[in-house]
């Protein structure tokens, strides 16, 4: 609620009472007691403080303004202005405008005088006097405000200046009068550009008024953003800066780190360093205004509004909510955070890959007793999640199929386990190459995990036991976050893998992020996250392949796959291959998408078969061009040769012959899984030979293309990549190598020229020690 103050605004320094004087509410009309708790509510904020430190809003040498950072910063507060929202900007920068306009007033006055009296010989000795601060502010304050206003003016949004000083704040009516003045602007959609009177500025008083919610003194722009953000009930400020946030000691140093969440209670743990370039407020300042505003209602982002690559769309970002910068919230998660339960994830992971494969593979083997030992309340907890997605309609019939498990399912995932315990045997160590380099030199590259695996996976919880199986093989630490769709059933699968590990102490090294944080946050932690593994639709897929910053991902994004119907095909198996690859299970990644058809086929009885089999099996064709240039009355055709139907759909198309067919794959599929019928095994062997797609059939559905079916025991994905793993992804496909040097004394100088050693390369039986 707002109430309309007195349409006459006077000066914020009269006297004079305003009528309809009223407490404030949050322009969100949400009670204003306290601050948002969590970064995804920040788009919810409706009036908004921007305030721009001296060190965004000035140059590197401190004579002048950034102009084409402070452009971006008024388009996006012009952005944000437009779309409803009530935007005030705390700013700094008359002094180093003013500093400008000075300095070239006094050099053009200095040079006209040296003209007339000493020529111009002598312009070179001139120096500058020191410029006090108070006659820059007074000579800045104008031009200051006229840039804003011509900058706004491109995005036809009014400005408005208003100079206060600490003295405006402690006179209530002084106080009331600003207040009342800023909301009237805002009634009428202008954005307030607010600054402290420094031209007339007293000395900044003690620090000690900081410790109460009613008093802050005016010390410097910080101070005044938390004190305006507080009296006007503002839903957000957002502190811009030269530094990206608050870090837990000063940055540059070798272990600061960005906080990305502060909490009142954590300023114990905090070393400050020291302030800006410009500026009169140092770090440790800005976070007691930072607490001051939070303690008022007010939330609170720093981030830094200098860095050329984020500042077009800094203020948008933490708007919307994406993790910029340092959040500072009143309430701390009862859990760890994001990056704790990583940093956890690594420790323990490190611990696991120590454990002898005897003891990694009586885990996975009691995992997968429990099971089917626990089968009742892994059932319990999955008919909720399955109840609930059917009375919420939202997912369809092939993911309903995905999330629902059953006591097969269950008896089939721990088959899968207790084969990838049997491969655990020989993972983590195992020697893949030995070479003598010279006596008493040996070299020896073994297999190691990755680190810390990511898997994100959408309605799919028995992907939850297999990967962690797969993980604890390979002595990976695991992150998993998965599909709220499945949220019981991913619970109490998580709780039965820990306690499993936890015989061993390390049920941290299977994490379940259960967090309110974005996928897209996640794929930030390029420097704790080695390896991200999507598990879901193309979609997810992608999402995940353009949010990952630095982290490599493993998976397709597509899974288009082709059978191809040679001439000399056996009619068995094409019907057999056909069914089985496009019908078994349509929405899987390996079932058939396009179907090709050698164009001698097309004039035999096996063309009307196919035809048939799949109008029985209810599944409808679109005719690809040329396929449908062959027919008089042709099905719908296909809108794109490159499409993953994920349902009882498919492309037909025609092909001239086995390396057409092959052309079209190389054009139009996913390198995911393609196959070939035919009797001719000449044929057969060019198919398989010329063709790189990860996994390539002669005579086999599309449907193999699996790491159970592979013998594996499990996967964590299918991958298309072209570097380390392709195809199903099992135990071998989470290990990387090093290499191990074992010397006596030895030195690069003993192989140089004149040295006493040579190389001799000797390449060694892996099993010889």
């Known amino acids: 609620i707002i109430i309309t103050p007195t349409i006459t605004i006077y000066s914020i320094f009269s006297n004079t009472k305003y009528n309809n004087q009223s407490p404030l509410y949050s322009a969100t009309g949400r009670a204003h007691s306290s601050s948002f708790t969590h970064r995804k509510e920040l788009r919810h904020a409706k009036r908004i403080v921007v305030k721009l430190g001296s060190a965004v809003v000035t140059r590197g040498d401190e004579c002048g303004l950034a102009l084409g950072r402070l452009a971006s910063i008024v388009e996006q507060v012009a952005m944000l202005q437009n779309q409803g929202r009530e935007m005030m900007i705390v700013t700094s920068g008359a002094v180093a405008f003013g500093k400008q306009r000075l300095k070239h007033e006094i050099l053009l006055s200095q040079s006209v005088r040296q003209a007339l009296h000493t020529g111009h010989s002598q312009l070179k000795d001139m120096s500058l006097p020191l410029l006090e601060a108070r006659a820059c502010a007074a000579a800045g304050q104008s031009g200051l405000m006229a840039l804003y206003e011509a900058m706004f003016t491109q995005y036809s949004t009014c400005t408005a200046q208003v100079l206060v000083t600490n003295l405006d704040f402690h006179d209530d009516q002084k106080r009331q009068n600003l207040s009342s003045t800023l909301q009237e602007l805002l009634r009428m959609n202008i954005v307030p550009i607010i600054n402290t009177n420094d031209a007339v500025v007293p000395p900044p008083e003690p620090d000690s008024d900081l410790q109460g919610v009613n008093v802050i003194s005016i010390k410097d722009n910080d101070s005044l953003a938390a004190r305006l953000a507080v009296e006007m009930k503002a839903d957000l400020l957002v502190a811009l800066s030269d530094v990206e946030g608050l870090y837990n000691s000063p940055p540059g140093t070798d272990d600061s780190k960005l906080i990305d969440t502060f909490y009142p209670g954590d300023q114990q743990s905090i070393t400050y360093g020291t302030k800006s370039r410009v500026g009169i407020g140092g770090m440790e300042a800005k976070v007691k205004a930072a607490l001051w505003a939070l303690q008022g209602g007010t939330s609170v982002v720093f981030a830094n509004g200098t860095n050329p690559k984020a500042t077009g769309h800094v203020i948008t970002d933490i708007v919307e909510g994406k993790k910029v910068g340092t959040f500072f919230s009143e309430t701390k998660p009862a859990g760890p955070s994001m990056e704790q339960q990583t940093q956890m994830a690594r420790d323990s992971g490190r611990r696991l890959a120590a454990l002898h494969p005897q003891q990694r593979s009586e885990i996975i083997c009691h995992l997968a007793d429990v099971l089917t030992e626990r089968k009742d309340e892994i059932l319990a907890a999955n008919k909720i999640d399955v109840d609930q997605a059917v009375v919420s309609g939202l997912l369809s019939q092939a993911t309903l199929k995905r999330l629902s498990l059953s006591p097969s399912k269950l008896s089939s995932l721990a088959v899968g386990l207790r084969q990838i315990a049997s491969a655990a045997q020989d993972s983590v160590g195992r020697v893949l190459r030995r070479t003598r380099l010279a006596p008493n030199l040996e070299l020896e590259q073994i297999t190691v995990p990755i680190g810390v695996l990511l898997v994100i996976f959408e309605a799919r919880p028995d992907c939850l036991p297999q990967v962690s199986a797969l993980a604890v093989a390979s002595g990976n630490a695991l992150l998993l976050k998965g599909g709220k769709e499945a949220n019981n059933t991913n619970r109490v699968l998580h709780q039965l893998?820990?306690?499993?590990?936890?015989?061993?102490?390390?049920?941290?090294?299977?994490?379940?992020?259960?967090?309110?944080?974005?996928?897209?946050?996640?794929?930030?932690?390029?420097?704790?996250?080695?390896?991200?593994?999507?598990?879901?639709?193309?979609?997810?897929?992608?999402?995940?392949?353009?949010?990952?910053?630095?982290?490599?991902?493993?998976?397709?994004?597509?899974?288009?796959?082709?059978?191809?119907?040679?001439?000399?095909?056996?009619?068995?198996?094409?019907?057999?291959?056909?069914?089985?690859?496009?019908?078994?299970?349509?929405?899987?990644?390996?079932?058939?998408?396009?179907?090709?058809?050698?164009?001698?086929?097309?004039?035999?009885?096996?063309?009307?078969?196919?035809?048939?089999?799949?109008?029985?099996?209810?599944?409808?064709?679109?005719?690809?061009?040329?396929?449908?240039?062959?027919?008089?009355?042709?099905?719908?055709?296909?809108?794109?040769?490159?499409?993953e139907y994920g349902d009882l759909e498919c492309c037909m198309e025609v092909v001239g012959n086995m390396l057409e067919a092959v052309d079209h794959i190389h054009k139009y599929g996913s390198s995911h899984t393609d196959v070939i019928i035919t009797e001719n095994e000449e044929t057969a062997e060019q198919f398989l030979q010329q063709l790189d797609s990860a996994c390539v059939f002669w005579n086999a559905s599309s449907r193999f293309a699996d790491g159970y079916r592979f013998g594996l025991g499990a996967e964590v994905g299918i991958s298309t990549a072209r570097i380390h793993a392709r195809g199903p992804v099992g135990l071998?496909?989470?290990?990387?190598?090093?290499?191990?040097?074992?010397?006596?004394?030895?030195?690069?100088?003993?192989?140089?020229?004149?040295?006493?050693?040579?190389?001799?390369?000797?390449?060694?039986?892996?099993?010889?020690?």
């Open 497 to 643: 893998t820990q306690e499993v590990l936890s015989v061993h102490g390390l049920q941290e090294a299977v994490q379940l992020v259960s967090t309110r944080e974005e996928v897209k946050d996640l794929c930030r932690l390029d420097t704790v996250i080695d390896l991200i593994i999507p598990r879901g639709s193309s979609q997810l897929v992608r999402d995940i392949q353009r949010a990952a910053r630095g982290i490599p991902v493993m998976g397709h994004s597509e899974g288009i796959c082709h059978v191809y119907v040679d001439v000399e095909a056996s009619v068995d198996k094409v019907m057999k291959i056909i069914r089985d690859s496009k019908c078994d299970y349509p929405a899987a990644c390996n079932a058939m998408e396009t179907l090709l058809i050698h164009q001698d086929v097309l004039k035999t009885p096996l063309f009307d078969q196919i035809t048939d089999m799949l109008r029985t099996e209810r599944v409808k064709i679109h005719a690809g061009p040329r396929f449908a240039s062959y027919l008089k009355f042709s099905p719908s055709e296909a809108k794109s040769l490159r499409t």
């Open 732 to 769: 071998d496909g989470l290990l990387t190598t090093k290499w191990i040097l074992r010397g006596d004394g030895h030195t690069a100088a003993d192989f140089s020229e004149g040295g006493t050693m040579k190389y001799v390369h000797e390449i060694l039986p892996t099993g010889q020690f």
